[in-house]
């Protein structure tokens, strides 16, 4: 089959097209032959290179399909079926597998980073990891949703537990968390202030649904915050930038203001100033993709039509290379997607 494999860390020259075996499965997994796989930051990560992660490697944990081959003891699937790949690789058997959350699995893995990925003609995975999806969302659709979908659910629904009427910032708009957190909050009857770097990525915000927008390449987005909101400040913060944006952010909150945070695309270490945290009594929440739950919850939705994903282009594989520079300029607003 042809795969972009990885077989050194480095730059965009790294992601090689080459041929190599299809995945043979066990009796509990199925092969899918990839249709459509969505690009996210961690992509990009694990081309740079991430402790523990020794090439070579093909990435991709987004992944819509059809199945093409199942193991000997998987009983309710079938090939030819049309399916999306819940990303989480999780046990099943620790303590916060029973509890069901997944991605505090003591042996937790995400497809396309701890195993082989989406960049390929066929992908193997568990299947329980398999969902069907439904005859009128095309394969682009499913497989922009999953990571981003699910990761941003469990952000806004189940970590900051967004109340209606309140107010919470979604810092990078255009990005697929970005984009997906400002729809979700809206179901969730909040007040939505957006940031992006162009006032083209702000219109597509506000066409989510977006009350407010900011361009924080003109302004400084707390203290603009700190204007709209008559100087109180935003009861929830959804973070996913990190370095460059975490003082802010902080700064943005009223007071008993929980921040969200699920990665750190500009750097790992952000400047706290601690005496924000205790006087005005902040919570700083950390959040990992999701449960299988969540990710049901969040397709049903968009299964419905009431949540979309937001698709910016797609790229036949061999340009993986050049997908993944548009990621990293940040040109795009919402999912890129290759088509194998």
């Given at each position: 089959?042809?795969?972009?494999?990885?077989?050194?860390?480095?730059?965009?020259?790294?992601?090689?097209?080459?041929?190599?075996?299809?995945?043979?499965?066990?009796?509990?997994?199925?092969?899918?032959?990839?249709?459509?796989?969505?690009?996210?930051?961690?992509?990009?990560?694990v081309?740079?290179?991430?402790?523990?992660?020794n090439?070579?490697?093909?990435?991709?944990?987004?992944?819509?399909?059809?199945?093409?081959?199942?193991?000997?003891?998987?009983?309710?699937?079938?090939a030819?079926?049309?399916?999306?790949?819940?990303?989480?690789?999780?046990?099943?058997?620790?303590?916060?597998?029973?509890?069901?959350?997944?991605?505090?699995?003591?042996?937790?893995?995400?497809?396309?980073?701890?195993?082989?990925?989406?960049?390929a003609?066929?992908?193997?995975?568990?299947?329980?990891?398999?969902?069907?999806?439904?005859?009128?969302?095309?394969?682009?659709?499913?497989?922009?949703v999953p990571?981003?979908f699910?990761t941003?659910?469990?952000?806004?629904?189940?970590?900051?537990?967004?109340?209606?009427?309140?107010?919470?910032?979604v810092?990078?708009?255009?990005?697929g968390?970005?984009?997906?957190?400002?729809?979700?909050?809206?179901?969730?009857?909040?007040?939505?202030?957006?940031?992006?770097?162009?006032?083209?990525?702000?219109?597509?915000?506000?066409?989510?649904?977006?009350?407010?927008?900011?361009?924080?390449?003109?302004?400084?987005?707390?203290?603009?915050?700190w204007?709209?909101?008559?100087?109180?400040g935003v009861d929830?913060?959804?973070?996913?930038?990190?370095q460059?944006?975490?003082?802010?952010?902080?700064?943005?909150?009223?007071?008993?203001?929980?921040?969200?945070?699920?990665?750190a695309?500009?750097?790992?270490?952000?400047?706290?100033?601690?005496?924000?945290?205790?006087?005005?009594?902040?919570?700083?929440?950390?959040?990992?993709?999701?449960?299988?739950?969540?990710?049901?919850?969040?397709?049903?939705?968009?299964?419905?039509?009431?949540?979309?994903p937001?698709?910016?282009?797609?790229?036949?594989?061999?340009?993986?290379?050049?997908?993944?520079?548009?990621?990293e300029?940040?040109?795009?607003?919402?999912k890129?997607?290759?088509?194998?």
């Open positions: 089959m042809k795969a972009i494999v990885i077989r050194e860390h480095g730059g965009l020259d790294k992601l090689r097209l080459e041929e190599i075996p299809a995945p043979e499965i066990s009796e509990r997994e199925v092969l899918v032959r990839v249709k459509a796989c969505a690009l996210n930051h961690l992509d990009i990560w081309r740079r290179g991430i402790p523990g992660l090439p070579p490697h093909t990435p991709g944990a987004d992944v819509a399909g059809v199945v093409e081959r199942i193991g000997a003891a998987v009983k309710d699937i079938k030819g079926e049309r399916v999306v790949l819940n990303p989480n690789l999780n046990c099943g058997e620790c303590e916060y597998c029973q509890m069901g959350e997944d991605s505090l699995c003591i042996k937790y893995g995400i497809l396309g980073e701890h195993a082989p990925g989406g960049y003609e066929f992908v193997k995975i568990p299947a329980r990891n398999v969902i069907r999806i439904p005859d009128h969302v095309s394969f682009d659709e499913a497989a922009a990571l981003v699910m941003a659910w469990r952000m806004v629904v189940t970590r900051a537990q967004v109340r209606p009427g309140e107010d919470l910032l810092l990078a708009a255009g990005s968390v970005g984009s997906a957190a400002i729809q979700i909050a809206k179901l969730c009857g909040a007040r939505v202030i957006a940031t992006a770097s162009t006032d083209e990525k702000l219109a597509k915000a506000r066409e989510l649904g977006a009350d407010i927008v900011i361009n924080y390449a003109k302004t400084d987005s707390d203290k603009e915050v204007k709209l909101t008559n100087r109180r929830v913060v959804i973070e996913s930038v990190g460059a944006t975490w003082p802010k952010s902080l700064r943005a909150l009223a007071r008993n203001g929980r921040l969200v945070t699920c990665g695309t500009t750097g790992p270490l952000g400047e706290t100033d601690i005496r924000l945290i205790f006087w005005k009594q902040l919570q700083i929440l950390g959040s990992t993709m999701g449960t299988r739950s969540e990710l049901l919850d969040a397709l049903k939705l968009v299964w419905a039509g009431k949540l979309r937001v698709i910016a282009g797609a790229f036949p594989l061999a340009e993986a290379a050049k997908a993944q520079e548009m990621l300029k940040r040109e795009q607003f919402g890129l997607l290759l088509h194998p």
